[in-house]
């Protein structure tokens, strides 16, 4: 029996099955009648982009996030976050909520230890708490802001790209955005996923159509930042706008747009400058397309500060 026993932990943390919400299209209404979301009772999501974020009404200080690929109904879960309020700090419940979470996202527990060390983040780095604990997930990991700790799951790009559904490939009807996603950005020190303080980027939206193929005339890009400041969440538009348009010369922070069939490759050039008492989680694109066949069509995506 004690033999049995030892063995006990490594067979509730194994991924027995590929239950769960990560890279799934899992619905919205799917979420809040799952069992996580029953106990926890969860709001109504608030939807914005690719983005839904559901109050937990059980606690009152967290906030269950989930991101798509983009915007369609039928887009795959690329990322799952529990929020914890920083203002209400638990860490014996951060843990096993999040353990909830993990559950929910992937069937299974890949990370059960003390979340502690989360909290001494300062808002730079970020903590990794268990790394490909199954083909499709990428990592587990934490990080902070003023207003919260998130502790993330995200999806293996590689496994998203590998098991995506076959291209839509109608060529009649009207002119549709099918995917965006940001692929990288590019600063002088290397390439990532996120935006890092502090250093101008140049970062590619990629945007995918479906229905009837046509090109892009006209590319109206404007910006939304996300930051936390005096422990207060602050959302901004900001009033500047970048415009591309086919044939003229882009100056060197202009934006670029290159297409080959559905697939637009939006390159822009970022950067979020460093204010004291500030910390700013997400940078908002919001591209507005404009085709030749008279159909406008917007994306809206985050992208994650680091």
């Not at 799934?24 to 109504?44: D, E, K």
């Not at 997930?137 to 098991?163: G, H, M, N, P, S």
């Not at 005339?217 to 969440?233: H, R, S, T």
Request: charged share 20%; aromatic share 8%; hydrophobic share 35%.
């Amino acid at each position: 029996m004690p033999r049995l026993l030892s063995f006990l932990p490594a067979l509730l943390l194994a991924p027995a099955s590929a239950a769960g919400w990560l890279a799934t299209s899992v619905s919205p209404a799917q979420i809040q009648q799952s069992g996580f979301c029953q106990q926890q009772r969860c709001a109504a999501p608030d939807a914005y982009g690719r983005t839904w974020d559901y109050d937990l009404r059980a606690t009152g200080s967290h906030v269950l996030r989930v991101q798509r690929e983009s915007s369609d109904p039928a887009s795959r879960v690329t990322s799952v976050s529990l929020l914890s309020a920083n203002e209400a700090v638990n860490g014996e419940l951060d843990r096993r909520l999040f353990g909830d979470v993990q559950r929910a996202s992937l069937g299974f527990v890949s990370n059960a230890g003390r979340l502690e060390p989360c909290y001494a983040l300062d808002g730079s780095t970020y903590r990794v708490l268990s790394t490909a604990p199954d083909d499709r997930t990428a990592q587990l990991y934490c990080d902070w802001d003023e207003a919260y700790t998130r502790f993330v799951i995200e999806a293996d790009r590689t496994y998203l790209t590998r098991t995506a559904p076959a291209p839509v490939t109608i060529s009649s009807g009207p002119t549709k955005l099918n995917t965006w996603t940001f692929t990288a950005c590019t600063s002088g020190s290397g390439t990532n996923s996120y935006l890092s303080m502090g250093e101008a980027a140049r970062c590619t939206l990629r945007v995918t159509t479906k229905g009837e193929q046509s090109p892009v005339v006209k590319a109206e890009l404007q910006y939304e930042i996300e930051y936390v400041q005096n422990g207060q969440y602050v959302k901004t538009l900001l009033p500047e706008k970048e415009l591309w348009l086919p044939g003229r010369a882009p100056g060197p922070l202009d934006p670029r747009l290159t297409q080959q069939g559905r697939v637009i490759d939006l390159n822009v050039s970022l950067a979020v400058k460093k204010v004291p008492g500030r910390t700013v989680t997400s940078l908002n694109t919001i591209a507005r397309l404009t085709f030749a066949n008279g159909a406008v069509k917007t994306a809206y995506e985050p992208l994650l500060v680091r």
